[in-house]
Every structure is written in C-alpha cells, then in structure tokens.
C-alpha cells in the first residue's frame, strides 16, 4: 500500500496503492504498508475474498489508523494484525442532519456473507486478529454475531475500548463492546475498557475467553466455555461483577 487516499468503491473510480484497491484480487495476498498514517474511508471496508493477510506491522512510523467507517470480514483465511481503528461518529452526525440515522461497529466478523439474516457461505473460519487497537464505536467495538457458522477464529493481545456511548446510534446511548459467537473461538490477553454494555457479551459455546483485563464492567452473562485467569478491575460506575 502506498497511499492513504480511499474512495468509494459504489461511486468512485478505484485507486491504485490504496488499502480498499489492495484487498479486492483475490488468491492469497499479504498487504504491505509502505507509508503510514490515518486513511479517511469513503466507505466501510468489506473483505468478501478469502487468503488475505493485512500486515499492519510493516508500516513505517507510527503506523496505520482507519477513520469515519469500520471494516466487515465475511469470508474465511484472513489475518489483520497491528492496526488502529477508529471510526467515530463525523459520518453518523452528518447523515443524522439528513435524516438517515448511522452507527458503525469497529470490526466485525460475520457468518460468511450475511446481510439481513442470510447467509449465502456456509462458514466463515481460520479468522485471526492480533494486536490490534479498537476504539470509538457508535454499536458495538467488536464482535462476531451468532449468526450462521463461525468457526476456528481467534481475537488476541487487543485493546477493546471507549465505545461512544451517547452519539448516533438509534437506540440511543449504546456505547457497547463485544458480541461473541461462534464455534472454537479463542478470545485472550485483550483490555476491554470504558464500555457501558458488552464487556464482552458472550452468546455461544465460543470456546476459551482467557488472560483478559475487564475494567468497569457491568452486568453479568453465562454460557459453556473456558473462563480461565481474566482480571476483573473494579471501576467507578461498576454495579455488579461478570463472574
């Protein structure tokens, strides 16, 4: 990647160097980042084509960061490691003044294909993301619904945190964490930090949930898994301990 310039894949002509142009081929392919800084999206970032590897790491300086819109994996064999995402809500109040209510989650990975409830590829598998930092959500920060099949993923060494609680979201205030599904999951060594809900919500037998910090958490869920050596750090607003 050699530009942080993005377009809109809907209405604008592709550019050449840039991270949206980089995913789209498909085979296997590794992502290198040859400048870094904050790349403005257009769009949200879709990854439908499977065998991709985003190898954030490589970027010189201060890294990568992803602006205005999240990004959706929805096929299997993917790696996204050492980026920042931050979508916040500029987009959501612009669209909000238009009358077209707008909230984003940071990351998600779904069941394949799946939009309203359909799930046109069976499973979505051997998803992994490392080292990541997740930050100003309007839904949730990240999360893997309980939608269709997904299998074998893995979520390690992030930072889960500040969703923005009172912004564009329909519901009003919904500054949320994580949903976590699907089969054989592992989810470890994450700070998940200054959430209102969600911190995470686990809707699956997932598979391990280990090694994480917890501050402030709220409420309290239940589900068949390996709870093993997380932290519950006790914040200002806490009520009740995720036990």
């Keep these: 990647m050699t ?12 550019i050449a160097g840039s991270l949206r142009k980089a995913i789209e081929p498909g085979g296997p392919r590794t992502v290198l980042f040859r400048v870094s800084g904050t790349i403005e999206l257009k769009a949200s970032l879709q990854i439908y084509k499977p065998f991709l ?23 299997s ?4 490691r050492y ?10 109040k612009r669209k909000a003044k238009l009358g077209d209510p707008y909230s984003t989650d940071v990351l998600t990975i779904y069941a394949g294909d799946w939009i309203a409830g ?26 893997i619904p309980n939608i269709g099949t997904s299998t074998h993923n893995t979520v390690q060494w992030c930072l889960i945190s500040e969703a923005l609680n009172d ?23 994450h700070l998940y930090a200054h959430l209102t809900e969600r911190a995470p919500a686990i809707s699956a037998d997932i598979g391990n949930f280990r090694n994480n910090v917890i501050y402030d958490a709220q409420g309290f869920g239940s589900g068949n898994f390996n709870y093993v050596c997380n932290y519950i750090r006790r914040g200002r607003t806490q009520r009740v301990f995720w036990w």
């Design 3 to 14: 530009t942080l310039d993005d377009y809109d894949p809907e209405q604008d002509a592709p």
């Design 53 to 75: 590897t985003l190898a954030g790491q490589s970027a010189p300086g201060d890294g990568i960061c992803l602006k205005n819109y999240g990004v959706a994996v929805r096929t």
């Design 77 to 80: 064999e993917v790696i996204i």
């Design 83 to 92: 980026l920042r995402l931050r979508p916040g809500d500029e987009v959501g």
């Design 118 to 143: 359909r799930t046109k590829e069976a499973s979505t598998h051997n998803v992994i993301i490392d080292h990541c930092s997740f930050s100003w959500a309007s839904d949730e920060t990240v999360s």
């Design 167 to 189: 912004s564009t979201h329909n519901k009003g205030p919904h500054g949320f964490g994580s949903i976590l599904g699907g089969k054989n999951a592992s989810f470890h060594h």
